[in-house]
T-cell receptor, first 113, second 115 residues
Framework: DTAVSQTPKYLVTQMGNDKSIKCEQN?????MYWYKQDSKKFLKIMFS???????INETVPNRFSPKSPDKAHLNLHINSLELGDSAVYFC????????????FGPGTRLLVL | SQKIEQNSEALNIQEGKTATLTCNYT??????LQWYRQDPGRGPVFLLL?????KEKRKERLKVTFDTTLKQSLFHITASQPADSATYLC??????????????FGQGTTLQVKP
């Protein structure tokens, strides 16, 4: 069974479009995260939710909006996609709020043309 | 601001040797450091966590150290195997005063173990 799953795995879209990425974890964790990994491989946290409550909101454009319908799911919606949004987006989860021992999903490779 | 610096150059070693990867941090010591492994096209996988008050931690062939004087963590893989070839990410967590803060990742060091 996949612990942290993301859909879609690949996403190719045109500039200006709106797209969503979905994430689900079956580990029973309280906290979920979205990370962006750019072409230089830096992994940067974007958002973190604990029990559906937003606890980390990094400086990302407000075109990015996370949504957590329940503690097992954390989705990411991106409006008006730009070329610079092209990256790999990872979802992760962990128990508690300490950010220790995170379990990552397989990533969603987003390419904006 | 807090940073994590890892050698961006790939590390090439011969099978059976010990691989040593370096992670340097800036400013105050984090509450803990974590090491993750990332294979191409996949998400990072947690390996080890070491806290500020721990000098060393081991797990099978892996060993991590935390030196608050040098502001450095070393990650060792003994008896390395070609299957250990991957990118290894170091991250710092906590702000040193008990708060959780946010995880900051280094760029990662790619290890290539040759048979």
């Amino acid at each position: 069974d996949t612990a942290v799953s993301q859909t879609p795995k690949y996403l190719v879209t045109q500039m200006g479009n709106d797209k969503s990425i979905k994430c689900e974890q079956n580990l029973g964790h309280d906290t979920m995260y979205w990370y962006k990994q750019d072409s230089k491989k830096f992994l940067k946290i974007m958002f973190s939710y604990n029990n559906k409550e937003l606890i980390i909101n990094e400086t990302v454009p407000n075109r990015f909006s996370p949504k957590s319908p329940d503690k097992a799911h954390l989705n990411l919606h991106i409006n008006s996609l730009e070329l610079g949004d092209s990256a790999v987006y990872f979802c992760a989860s962990s128990q508690g709020q300490t950010q220790e021992t995170q379990y990552f999903g397989p990533g969603t490779r987003l390419l904006v043309l | 601001s807090q940073k994590i610096e890892q050698n961006s150059e790939a590390l090439n070693i011969q099978e059976g040797k010990t691989a040593t990867l370096t992670c340097n941090y800036t400013n105050y010591s984090p509450a803990y450091l974590q090491w993750y492994r990332q294979d191409p096209g996949r998400g990072p996988v947690f390996l080890l966590l070491i806290r500020e008050n721990e000098k060393e931690k081991r797990k099978e062939r892996l060993k991590v150290t935390f030196d608050t004087t040098l502001k450095q963590s070393l990650f060792h893989i003994t008896a390395s195997q070609p299957a250990d070839s991957a990118t290894y990410l170091c991250s710092r967590g906590g702000d040193g005063s008990g708060n959780t803060g946010k995880l900051i990742f280094g760029q990662g060091t790619t290890l290539q173990v040759k048979p």
